[in-house]
């Protein structure tokens, strides 16, 4: 029997094929449409199924169906209540992909959550009873192994590190409120600085670039520093000393054995 596990992200939908050994036996990554959930389960079916025909494997050989997300989800694993990078507010996603997946059962949880646990059983983690994972991508997140199982919290909402305060003159100003902030990545918060899009907008800083305008992405950033370039170099030294500062905070509090850093 095989497994499916689909992590949804703010710029791509990325589908794996499991087999019974933990394998990864076949991967694909299909864009993120930004057009409504429906389309979002829609996209995850036809990659699915383009990985089974790839394989010869037929749905009746799949034994489950989990699906990761970068947000916060209910306690009962059937909702997203808010994944600001896929503008999923209040979304039955667990019952929208089961109804699409029939009578394969359709796991739902938060991505970093997700990723935890998949080193702790198979990676990294494997022989600790303290980690912590972050994922870097579009947006951060985190997720905590305690005592050997994934720290959900009071309100499955443990791990959000993407919430940590990066400045705190940013917030001392009369006007400001925390509610009132768009999105994570204008806030002065962890997510800001040490994901994909603040790389990119330190390296606009660099060079000088509108963010009004088109951006390079962050592979692209990347190239330019294995190329050499000097705002490159400086942006992800930079960068990296934002991610290392976050780590420092919480081994603080945790004291963990191993951290790992994942993501797009």
Excluded at 139 to 145: D, V
Excluded at 177 to 197: C, H, I, Q, R, Y
Aim: net charge negative; proline share 3%.
């Amino acid at each position: 029997m095989y497994q499916i596990g689909v992590d949804i992200g703010g710029t791509n939908i990325k589908v794996g094929l499991v087999n019974e050994t933990m394998e990864l036996v076949q991967t694909c990554s299909v864009r993120f449409p930004h057009d409504g959930a429906r389309s979002v389960v829609k996209t995850i079916e036809e990659a699915v199924d383009f990985l089974l025909r790839q394989q010869a494997i037929a749905r009746k050989d799949v034994e489950s169906v989990g699906i990761v997300v970068p947000g916060s989800i209910d306690q009962k694993g059937e909702r997203v209540i808010d994944a600001y990078n896929l503008g999923f507010h209040d979304v039955p996603l667990k019952a929208l992909a089961q109804e699409a997946f029939g009578e394969i059962p359709v796991y739902l949880a938060n991505d970093a959550n997700g990723a935890a646990l998949a080193e702790l059983y198979a990676g990294a983690f494997r022989g600790c009873k303290t980690a912590v994972l972050f994922t870097l991508g579009t947006g951060l997140g985190g997720g905590i192994i305690l005592n050997g199982k994934v720290l959900m919290g009071a309100h499955a909402a443990a791990g959000e590190v993407s919430g940590l305060v990066s400045n705190m003159a940013a917030m001392e100003t009369e006007t400001f409120e925390m509610n009132k902030v768009e999105t994570f990545s204008d806030a002065p918060l962890w997510a800001g600085a040490a994901s994909a899009t603040g790389l990119i907008r330190e390296y606009a800083r660099q060079k000088k670039l509108s963010l009004q305008g088109p951006l390079p992405t962050g592979e692209e950033i990347f190239a330019a520093y294995n190329a050499g370039e000097p705002e490159a170099q400086k942006a992800l030294k930079i960068f990296a000393r934002r991610v290392a500062v976050g780590i420092l905070s919480l081994q603080h509090v945790l004291d963990v054995e191993k951290v790992a850093i994942g993501g797009g």
